[in-house]
Each structure stands twice: as C-alpha cells, then as structure tokens.
C-alpha cells in the first residue's frame, strides 16, 4: 500500500478519525474538520507497517516494519500516546512466532468503570486473541489461537458493539469465512471455539467489511467484480452488488453507521456507492427485463452501485461515511476526498485536501 512513504491506513472503529503507519513513522488524523491530531517520528517509532486506534482514546496498537523499524515485525506495542516520554507511553508489548499482518481492537465497558480490551492479532494462518484490563495492562493473557487459510493480506475484521463483538476472518476452504462471537471466546479462554462458517466465493477472498452490529458482513474475491452480503445469524446471502464487469483489486468496503449503504473503494480509481436496506436505489441494467439465461442473466439483473465518485487509479485507498450522505476517501498519496451522495444517484465533490501536509498543535 506503500506511497508517499505511507505503509497502511485505517479508520478507527466510528470512522471519525484515521491512522497513517509510514516510513517516518505514525500519524493520526481527524475527518471533519481535517486535522492532523498526533504524530510519533521515525526516532520515536521507527518505520511503522500497521496502526489501529481504540475509538477515540489514546491507545494505539503499533507493529513496526518498513525500512527502517525499531521494533520487531512479530511484536505488537500498545501505546497511549498521551504520554510524552516515549518509555511511559509503551503499555505493553505482545510478542508472537510469527510477522504481524494484522491488528484490530475491540473495547468492552465494565461496570466497575474499566474496560475490557481484546487484542486481535493476525499472522499468516492464525489469529491470537489476548485480553487485557484497561486498570491493569500487565493482566494480558492469551485468550485463543484461531487457525486460518493462509492470508497474506491479514484479512480480518471486528464489528465494535460491545454487546454483539463478531469477529469475521478467513475460513480454510477456498472462498470461505467464518464467524466467532468474541466476547464468548473472552470468557471462556482456550476453549474450544466453533465458528460459523460461509461459503462466500469461488475465488480467494480479498476483502471484508462487518457492520457496527455486528449482524451483516461483506465480502469480496480476488476476482472483484461481486460484493456479497450476508446474515452473520443465520448465515444467509442478504444481497449480491456488483461493481463492475472486469476484474478489480478491491481495497476497502465499508458499512454506513445504520447499514443504509455501503462504499467500496479498487484499483480502477473508483468509489462506488450501494443501498442496503432500500434496495430499489440500486441502479439495475438496461437490458434487466429481456430473457437472458445463465450467466449472461445474472449480469444483466445486477445491482449496480447508486453513486460513485473517482480518485487516482492503482492508488490504494480507504473509504467510509461521514455525516449528512458523505463518503470519505483517504488515499495513500496523501490525497484527502469528501464527496455528498443524493439517494437518486448525484455525487458532488465537498472537500479536497492533502493531509500529509497537514500539521497543528490541537490534541484530542
């Protein structure tokens, strides 16, 4: 994903805010407005491969890589960057056998006024979920090991609800995912787990998106014509978009806050915008209503996306929604988009910055 020195982005869990791993480093950004909120130098860090943030607290889970890391590829370092000195801003440090490809946070309130804080970590065909205490960070233990397919890519994904956590990652057959409800992993560590599985494509999967409640998740192949929905309950095919005729390299897909829409973001330099629930927005093709059979039948009675919106091609990007019908897409040459959406298909461009080049003295 590298660019302009940027090695991965990612929104935090409400999409307000989003992370920058680099080569010099890390930083944080909030959307609207757009302002850079924290940067860690290349002294303090290293060169960074991956940062998740924790909502909007100063947690951060850092991995180094690049050209220049000071810390290992198979360490994960939790950070609270309220803390100046670099020695008391490192929490703790979890070590595992293998590169991280992945890292993802989830937060579960107390009663007692703390939180419980699963760790996902994602190597290249397993994932190693340990808890940890907010009060108490030296608490940390290993809760389970899940074996994947092999997942270059570290494809995993948590939805945020604190009642319903649904972890979605790789299956072991070809196409597959599979589901845990990962506050039951939480307690019953080192149990046996037995997940949900979906047989989602033919092909490889190369994207996963899962909805704030966790009851919807979105997939798609390598392939990257078709993005599937599916029920995370009872495992049902909720609805087939698809983004366009030819093959694609897909970056990002996300929900909208409700499940309303979805955005995806691909190699062709296209974001495009879907209905979820309100189907009937989705554009359908001209030729819907002749008697095609087969496979030429699917194609012709797809759901096409209701809006779009371009960006540079082969530039990796993120996309999410913001308020009011807007799509954010944050790209890794430093090119900030903000676009507004009408349910009958106008897309208008709001905002346009460089957000590298950003920088201000604000604090969360």
């Not at 930083?27 to 002294?43: A, H, M, Q, S």
């Not at 799509?327 to 106008?346: E, L, M, R």
Request: charge should be neutral.
């Amino acid at each position: 994903m590298s660019s302009r020195g940027v090695n991965n982005l990612r929104f935090n869990q409400d999409h307000g805010c989003f992370s920058c791993a680099m080569e010099s480093g890390v930083r944080i950004y909030n959307v609207d407005p757009l302002t850079e909120k924290l940067r860690l130098g290349i002294e303090s860090v290293g060169s960074v491969s991956q940062v998740e943030m924790l909502q909007r607290t100063n947690l951060l889970a850092v991995v180094g890589g690049g050209a220049m890391p000071k810390f290992a590829e198979n360490a994960v370092l939790l950070l609270d960057d309220s803390q100046r000195d670099m020695q008391k801003k490192l929490v703790m440090e979890i070590t595992v056998s293998q590169p991280v490809l992945g890292v993802r946070l989830w937060r579960k309130r107390e009663v007692e006024q703390k939180s419980f804080i699963s760790l996902i970590v994602v190597l290249r065909n397993q994932i190693c979920v340990f808890g940890i205490y907010s009060d108490d960070p030296q608490s940390a233990k290993h809760l389970v090991t899940l074996d994947t397919r092999d997942n270059p890519k570290g494809l995993c994904e948590v939805s945020p609800a604190s009642d319903r956590p649904i972890l979605a990652y790789l299956g072991h057959k070809r196409g597959s995912l599979q589901l845990l409800d990962l506050s039951k992993a939480c307690a019953q560590p080192n149990m046996s787990m037995s997940p949900v599985t979906i047989n989602a494509h033919q092909n490889e999967l190369a994207c996963l998106a899962i909805n704030q409640d966790g009851t919807m998740v979105a997939t798609a192949s390598t392939k990257g014509t078709l993005i599937r929905i599916f029920d995370t309950v009872n495992k049902k095919q909720l609805i087939e978009l698809r983004r366009g005729a030819d093959p694609a390299t897909l970056y990002c897909i996300t929900f909208s806050p409700d499940s309303s829409f979805l955005c995806v973001s691909s190699d062709k330099g296209t974001v495009h915008i879907f209905a979820v629930k309100d189907e009937k927005l989705n554009k359908r093709s001209t030729f819907q209503k002749m008697n095609f059979l087969g496979q030429i039948g699917q194609y012709v009675e797809s759901q096409w996306g209701l809006a779009s919106f371009t960006v540079a091609a082969e530039c990796a990007c993120i996309c999410a929604f913001g308020p009011h019908s807007s799509v954010i897409a944050v790209c890794v040459d430093g090119s900030f988009h903000k676009y507004v959406f009408t349910p009958d298909g106008n897309c208008n461009r709001e905002a346009y910055d460089v957000y590298l080049d950003l920088g201000d003295d604000l604090e969360f």
